[in-house]
Structure formats: C-alpha cells, structure tokens
C-alpha cells in the first residue's frame, strides 16, 4: 500500500432536495487526526459515511489510500473502522459473545483476541454479561472492543467522547494516536473538541454542508493537511 492519504475533491451528497454535503475539498496525510466541528446538520456524520463508502456521494470524487472513493469501495472497506451513535451490537449476547461473533464475521483474521480486547477496554469484569444491561458507557466501550481487534487504518469516531468518564476518554485518544502512529487516518465528529486536544493535528468546521473559516478557533492545518 502507498502513502497516499485522503483526498476528496467536491463531495456533495443530497437527500431528497436537501444537500447534505455541498463541493467538500479536503486532503489528509497518512499519520494525521483530524477534529471536525460544526453544529448539527452541518454534514459531519454524512462526510463520515462517505468516506466509510457506505453512503455514495451524489457529485465530487476521492482516494482513500490510494483506492478510488467510488470504483475501489470494497477495498477500502477492509481498511475502516468506524463508531456511530448507534454502535450495533446485539443486546441478546454478552460482551464476549458480541466479540466472538464480530471475529468469526472476519474469518478469525484478528490482530488482537477477544480475552485481550475485553481487558483493553475495560470489561473483563462484565464479559459474561448481556450488552442489554449495560450503560451507554459501557456499551460504547464494548464497540470500541470490536476496533481494538482488528485496527482499522482508516478510524472514524461520531462523538466517540459521549458517555464517556475520564477514563473513556482516554481510551478514545490513545486509540486515535495509535492509529495515527501505525500511518492511519483519524477523523473525528465532536461537538466537544477540548476532548481532543492534543491528539488532534488539525481542526476543521463545517457548516450547511462546507467547510468554512472558524475566525474564533481557527484550523490548526498545514496546506499539506487539508487544502
């Protein structure tokens, strides 16, 4: 795999006649993590979608380490690893049966066992227990465990702080610096950057589906970052 990192060039996607993302240009180099803010609606969940290609854009074009956003989908897939609101687990399972089913889902083919995973992120103790009574903290903990198995060179995180105690949080960005340090991309969806600070390179704003200047807390990116 080359260094190419993320390039998008245009991205726009609409629903209906609301456009979500509106001619989004951006360029991220391997190694980075990147903050983006805006307030709801503003296209970050959308922009992460896209970038995941489980949402097709409706214009614009991009490479993910250097596989075409659009022709090569399935190949980046294999390198993505994202957490939404809704983490996706299956409440009838404990926590260690939610990761040995996301194990055999790859085939076995993980860097990290389940056992080491439950540890990682702080759930040996509740491994036995169905996800069903478990707290949004601990719940998003648990798909957090289902990363920490196989790290993805592409991390996504949708207010991966939310719920989260002092400990979540560091959890969260011991995982984005990781990541970063292995070469990968991290992009971050937060209303609350402060979280982030210090393991974020940049910060970008998005607004009505663009990036926009943030005069208040301006974009700490290099032109080789993000153009």
Partial sequence: MGTEGLILDGIAK???HRWALRGVRLRVERGSALALMGPNGSGKTTLLRVVATTLRPTRGSGRVLGHDLLKHADRIREHVGVLYHAPGLYGDLTARENLEFARRMWSGETEVGVDEALERVGLTGAADERA????SGMTRRLALGRLVMRPPLVLMLDEPYA???AD????VNRM???TA???GIVLIATHDPERSTGVVDGVIT???????PDAAKPPRLTAELVR
């Fill in 168 to 171: 979540g949080i560091e959890l």
């Fill in 206 to 212: 998005l607004q009505e589906g663009r990036v926009v």
């Fill in 132 to 135: 069903s009574g478990f707290s």
């Fill in 14 to 16: 609409r629903y209906g």
């Fill in 181 to 183: 340090d292995r070469g």
């Fill in 163 to 165: 719920s989260f105690d």
């Fill in 176 to 178: 984005v610096r990781d």
